[in-house]
């Protein structure tokens, strides 16, 4: 099993529908999560960390669920400028730990 | 805001070439590290540095080779190109191994083996 699992779509929805993806991690020890996203052939950027008690940064929203072991995204009244690829990351406690990355999941909106 | 800046951002290199692809970061940051990134693969860490002269593996090592002379400095090289090695390279960097600060990427370096 992968250390972080994403759904790699693509998802495909129109402008202005509402769209959430997950990101599942398997080390219960984990302790810092983030959200970044990609465009086509640049580097990736943060997004927004995630925090336990949740949090929201205008459209978006990230949720964590600690006894499932996951985070999620919801973008609401999504807009043609946030196509991308969306990379979940998750990093571990200790100074030894991984930072782990999921494979990302393509969005795609449409007109 | 913390910048990554990695010098070469397309290189087209012959199998057998030496490369150097270097990554400077301009905010005192102890951890860097170089991924490179392709379709289907996701991200994979070839090496990170925690301090100067200090290096680890990642998990693709094998044909890859780093120097962390000066902290704001990481270096990734390929002493013997091969054409398995065409990809994009990306250079980040992190204030502390420690959790909740953000890493940060240089925009990347995309080289072709032929």
């Known amino acids: 099993r992968k250390e972080v699992e994403q759904d790699p779509g693509p998802f495909n929805v129109p402008e202005g529908a509402t769209v959430a993806f997950n990101c599942t991690y398997s080390?219960?020890?984990?302790?810092?999560f983030f959200w970044y996203r990609q465009d086509c052939r640049k580097e990736p950027k943060l997004l927004m960390s995630?925090?336990?008690s949740g949090n929201e940064d205008g459209r978006f929203t990230a949720q964590l669920n600690r006894a499932s072991q996951y985070i999620s995204l919801l973008i609401r009244d999504s807009k043609l400028s946030d196509s991308a690829t969306y990379l979940c990351v998750v990093i571990g406690y200790s100074s030894a730990s991984k930072i782990i990355f999921g494979s990302g999941t393509r969005l795609s909106i449409r007109p | 805001d913390v910048k990554v800046t990695q010098s070469s951002r397309y290189l087209v290199k012959r199998t057998g070439e030496k490369v150097f692809l270097e990554c400077v970061q301009d905010m005192d940051h102890e951890n860097m590290f170089w991924y490179r990134q392709d379709p289907g693969l996701g991200l994979r860490l070839i090496y990170f540095s925690y301090d100067v002269k200090m290096k680890e593996k990642g998990d693709i090592p094998e044909g890859y080779s780093v120097s962390r002379e000066k902290k704001e400095r990481f270096s990734l090289i390929l002493e013997s190109a091969s054409t398995n090695q065409t990809s994009m390279y990306l250079c980040?960097?992190?204030?502390?191994?420690?959790?909740?600060?953000?890493?940060?990427f240089g925009a990347g370096s995309r080289l072709t083996v032929l």
């Open positions: 980040a960097s992190k204030l502390t191994a420690r959790g909740a600060n953000v890493l940060t």
């Open positions: 080390n219960s020890a984990s302790q810092s």
């Open positions: 995630v925090y336990s």
